[in-house]
């Protein structure tokens, strides 16, 4: 219930440059994508100018200036300009010129160009003018020479790096408006964090995609994203008390807005409900029909206020009818005798009293099975996802996604490893009569179909199994480029991903991965952080050597070691030991 004037927050806000500090701008305005994330954490940006300087230099022609951007801000580089009378107008951007603003300026303090003439000079370099920047060099020259700036040589110079940043010239006002918007979603996300991704999340409610990038993005901002509940849910995306993330009732296929209207409205009227059958005796049972709640149930709607598992509604009781018909009819009849009993003379005397149809014990799903009937309702697997485990795996020993396989053409002669859980998968014959087999693979990023012909179908048809997690190792070449007997095809080449290798996920860690390599800086090696270290070396010992890249921020000087005593496990424990520090930016890993 904060009124916020988003025009008026201030400008200095330590927990948005944070945030900006950290990558965190994922759902912010203009600084969202992975180059730029990485740009800001080595950039470590302390006030506004920082924004607007990198909201111009992040593009093509004035990224190569970035690292040096960088570095002069944090004095690992030193701060020169042609002559001291040019540090007024470069000093902001570390002696960098960034701005067409910047060249007028200064074009008018070293040759005296009138107003009228620079703005030629910013005509000129924004429409790329050749001629009419051949023609305003000889003005330029002639009229620093005249106010005592030389050598030559030096002028040229000054001239050439303004013709090269022609090429790039970016206006500083736009610069501004944009990195002041970027800057207002950055201070929402840092300062009321839950309310902005939700927000962020029920605006992109139609793309599955965003909706899981997004959180992602919660898990690495320590943002719990929950399922929907009966008694927390509204329509769309809301925070909780707690600062937890909802998920929205509307947002589980087969509730409609009818239904969820009707479940707030009974909410808010006559308090939280306490179970299920307080839950079926009270709402509107012609919006919430069977498949609403059956799609409610599965979702995990009713976890929290009752005994009554996902599990048990689909389920046989001992009249051998599905429990959730059960209460569906038990629902209905008890709300029929109500509207009775409230319709009759002494309808105040006659108190309802239905049976309860009986709940049998069942035998629960496997998590595999409950994770996927919870992402058949929702789109997306919300408690957990069966990748979880291998997520170092996918993340550090794989270079592809199955979202990169959409586009070959930019993978074409590349060895890729990727890996995944097989969703579908389905054999079948071609039409010369040889068996093939087809299959869905999904990791993180989405999910693609990979067939398999001949002497591949042969060898790798025994991984073709329901929610086998795989890895696969192949090469993007043209279509029948290992054919005996290549066929000749008009037009462009078709690519695919040839498979070469084909192994289950869990064999990843004893048979391929030997090697962990952490890069610290000196500037993490605190006590808190090295007794952390040691700790979780300790309690995981294995047969994976360990490697240390110590490097200092301030140096290019980087020193390598080998702990020979010292042989860790891959385990669970420390998957999470690695991400949680990564996050914090106190370490890098690489596994190979």
Known sequence: GVDIDIDAIPIDDEKT???????????????????????????????????????????????????????????????????????????????????QEQVMLLSRDLAGFTRGQSDELRKAMGKKMKDKMESLKVKFIEGATERGFGPKEKLEKIWADWSEFAKYAFNKSHAVCYSWIAYQTAYLKANYPAEYMAANLTRNKGDISDVTKFMDDCKLMGIPVLGPDINESALNFVVNAKGEIRFGLGGVKGV????????VIEREKNGLYKNVFDFIERVNLNACNRKTVESLALSGAFDSIDTITREQFMAENAKGEIVLDAIMRYGNK??????????????????????????PKVEPWSPIEKLNKEKELVGIYLSAHPLDDYYIELNRY?????????????????????????????????????????????????????????????????YLKKDLCVILQGRVQERGADWKFAKKTEGPPQLEFKIKRMSLLDELDSSVLQKLTLSLSVDNLDEEFANDLIATIKENKGNMSVY???????????????????????????????????HLNQLEFLLE
């Open 17 to 99: 440059y944070q945030l900006y500090s950290k990558g965190l701008t994922t759902g912010t305005f203009q600084f969202e994508s992975p180059g730029m994330q990485k740009h800001l954490k080595e950039l470590q940006p302390t006030r506004f100018e920082d924004l607007i300087a990198m909201n111009a230099l992040y593009r093509p022609g004035p990224m190569q200036y970035i690292p040096q951007f960088i570095n002069r801000k944090h004095g690992r580089e030193e701060i020169t300009y042609d002559f001291p009378e040019m540090e007024g107008r470069l000093k902001e951007t570390y002696g960098i010129t960034v701005y």
């Open 256 to 263: 409609g807005e009818g239904a969820v209207e009707a479940i």
């Open 334 to 359: 008890f709300q029929n005798d109500v509207s009775l009993a409230t319709n009759t003379l002494f309808g105040e005397d006659h108190a309802v009293d239905i049976v309860k149809p009986e709940i």
């Open 398 to 462: 794989c270079n592809a996604t199955t979202s990169d396989m959409k586009d070959l053409s930019v993978l074409q002669g590349k060895e890729l490893k990727l890996a995944g859980m097989i969703n579908t998968f389905r054999n079948g014959k071609t039409k010369t009569g040889n068996p093939f087999g087809a299959f869905t693979l999904e990791d993180f990023s989405g999910n693609h179909e990979f067939m398999l012909f001949g002497k591949d179908y042969v060898e790798y048809s025994k």
């Open 548 to 582: 240390f890249t110590i490097k200092d921020a301030t140096s290019t000087i980087a020193l390598d070691m080998f702990s020979r005593g010292i042989k860790i496990e891959l385990n669970n424990q420390v998957k999470k030991f690695l991400r949680e520090k990564q």
